[in-house]
């Protein structure tokens, strides 16, 4: 194991040296927190904006808001998140003016190994790998959830669960979009009992668009929540089914009831650095953050606000500066209780100055490499892996308080088993199925405790008085890097307001490749980006952004949403 008091010292020296801002971001007095003013919530479903909104209208914050919609989304969306899973958060005070991290990521069970994905020695087959309790890890989000309640929260905990409890009795309308995705994962949602019962009518048929979806076995968790906390998953009747469900599947895990008492999240100052005249934040690693921070820090070396939005010459911008900061997230990335993360080395002027001379809108790069930042320590950069699921949050409220939160229990429905009405995630997924390349090891390989890498990036934009401008996020796996990179660039260097900043054609990383929206203006330059020499595969991204953007005019303040026109999400504003 590393030896953390050293390397915290190394971290924190050169995050002082270097002027990044790996703090609780305070940039004014609590003194100058804002009057009163409008509220508005961005989230991916109309019935969870509803749950938020009621909790702003009992006199609420932005925090117990996030708790409500996270309930909600347990029911309405168990395909992308829910209690079973984890998240990332950002919080944002605004009388006193600090930002907070939360990491309520999934860890590894303690007897988790490095080889736990492989079958004679080779990786096992990805969809293998999902479906069964091999891939759960301990949930995270519920524990995150109530650590921050406790520092940040104004009504009462079981107050918040309550729109989804009476939801989850009465039922609600199958969207067409979770209609979809029980169809496309009919047979493996069959061979689970709570999950058959919930997602199927009688006649053994995959619930339909409109059809009423009850959940009487949530309803019944979510009160026990409400009443003991996040103990009700941690410890006593639920968890130890949790243990037996993960344990005596076909496809067994390795978690106990000890994984489950044990998880703790972790709070931490937000990942800060400036862009421009602003100054963007987000959660430290295993989180997707950094990347983003890095791909907007190449960006700066380039004339993008000159550039047209959908112009060949923006998109290869975009395209190559992700590349390079994916060869980095891929070498790099990682747990860093488990292996330090050059932080402040990949974020360091003169590291990401040489790596930004590479960029050209004309010239794709030939080979994106990763570099070699300071700090950094010898692995071998981790082979691309599949990434899917999540949903994104974003709220204000009447007093400025802000909440991005990026939440997932990966998927589509996770693992493919529940208990108590909700779907357990497979998020060591994530891990590195290969521990070891080359002799050398891989930063983000399995072990017990660890959490796996992830692409969730949450965040939050000051400008340079520290007042908020803006809230953002998008799920979509490993593309969420770039939707979100590329939101705010739309927002920060081509002033697009929030609705079409979410609606803009999408160019992302792929690793090596990139990635561009069929059907879309983006598309249609294919043919002359591969002459520049871009690799690239053109192909739905269905991202699902949700943005919000606070505009100032005199005394008026402003708050503009945008919920992506790709999914079901709405914003809600008062």
Known sequence: MPHPAPRRFILRRAVAALGLCLFLHAPASAQDAPRRSPAAIAAPHPLAAEAGMAMLRAGGNALDAAIAIQAMLTLVEPQSSGIGGGAFLLHFDAATRTTQAWDGRETAPAAARGDLFLVNGEPMPFRQAVIGGRSVGVPGVMRMLEAAHRQHGRLPW?????PAIQRAEEGFPVSARLAQAIAAEAEPLRQDPGLAAMLFARDGTPLAEGATL???ALAATLRAVAEQGADALHRGPIAAEIARVVRGHANPGMMTGDDLAGYAPRRAGALCRPYREFRVC??????GGLVVLQILALLEHTPLPQLAPASAEATLLLADAGRLAFADRNRWLADPADLPVPVAGLLEGAYVTARAQALDPLRAIAHPRHGNPRFGIPAAPQPPQPEAGTAHLSIIDGDGNAVAMTTTV???????????GFVLNNELTDFSFRPEIDNLPVANRVAGGKRPRSSMAPALVFDG????????????????????????VAMLDWNLDPAAAAALPHVGPASTQVELEEGTAIARLAPTLQGRGLPLHVTGMPSGLNLLRVRR???ET???G??????EGVVLTE
């Open 558 to 560: 402003r708050i503009l």
């Open 553 to 555: 005019e005199g005394n």
């Open 214 to 216: 009850k959940n009487p």
């Open 282 to 287: 987000v959660p430290p690693p295993p989180s």
């Open 410 to 420: 990966e998927g589509p429905f996770g693992a493919h088993i529940s208990v108590g």
């Open 562 to 567: 945008g919920a992506d026109p790709r999914r």
């Open 465 to 488: 008085q520290g007042r908020l401008v803006a809230v953002a996020g998008s799920p979509g796996g490993s593309r969420i890097i770039g939707y979100v990179a590329q939101a705010l």
């Open 158 to 162: 079981a107050q918040l669960f309550a």
